[in-house]
T-cell receptor, first 116, second 112 residues
């Protein structure tokens, strides 16, 4: 079974400052890793994903994440945040199963608040 | 290309009633998954359907059920509603063999 821990429930940051949202996972099998963003009263939008290959993954809206297998981490970073980045961010993992069976396990979420 | 469409967006039901939520996946996507999102439990996997067959099931009581039609549209049903079933229900679709899932905007169910 897989599990995901997002280490911070809330992260306040000033506009144009850098931010890192932390995510650790555990799994006994190889996994795919994802970061999703959720704006108020909306569904989830995929920011980026790690399936294999390069451990540094670039996503939309200037976000990037680094897969660290030895530390079982997949932290999300942005060098300079904007007010519009205020949202809830979810780290998720799915087992690398045959047929691409979809069963995402999510962390509890990190609420990112950008202050002017 | 249209995204994942969930209907209705909002729903208010009374305890003891049953409810059916609908999800139309992205054209060509045959895998549909359902998730429940609550402030206390976060995002939890309900079940996944592929080609009208349930492939995965989460840890929810039997009051929660689903099905998928030949056109890949999916419905989930909750019977004998409880106050604790109030949540945002999210549907996601994906291509066969793909790891990436695309989410709809969700149906917010309120049980009173």
């Amino acid at each position: 079974a897989q599990s995901v821990t997002q280490l911070d429930s809330q992260v306040p940051v000033f506009e144009e400052a850098p931010v890192e949202l932390r995510c650790n996972y555990s799994s006994s099998v190889s996994v795919y890793l994802f970061w999703y963003v959720q704006y108020p009263n909306q569904g989830l939008q995929l920011l980026l994903k790690y399936l294999s290959g390069s451990t540094l993954v670039k996503g939309i809206n200037g976000f990037e994440a680094e897969f660290n297998k030895s530390q079982t981490s997949f932290h999300l970073r942005k060098p300079s945040v904007h007010i519009s980045d205020t949202a809830e961010y979810f780290c998720a993992v799915s087992a690398n199963l045959i047929q691409g069976a979809q069963k995402l396990v999510f962390g509890q979420g990190t609420r990112l608040t950008i202050n002017p | 290309k249209a995204g994942v469409t969930q209907t209705p967006r909002y729903l208010i039901k009374t305890r003891g009633q049953q409810v059916t939520l609908s999800c139309s996946p992205i054209s060509g996507h045959r895998s549909v998954s359902w998730y429940q999102q609550t402030p206390g439990q976060g995002l939890q996997f309900l079940f996944e359907y592929f080609s009208e067959t349930q492939r995965n099931k989460g840890n929810f009581p039997g009051r929660f059920s689903g099905r998928q039609f030949s056109n890949s549209r999916s419905e989930m049903n909750v019977s004998t509603l409880e106050l604790g079933d109030s949540a945002l229900y999210l549907c996601a679709s994906s291509l066969r063999g793909a790891a990436e899932a695309f989410f709809g905007q969700g149906t917010r169910l309120t049980v009173v």
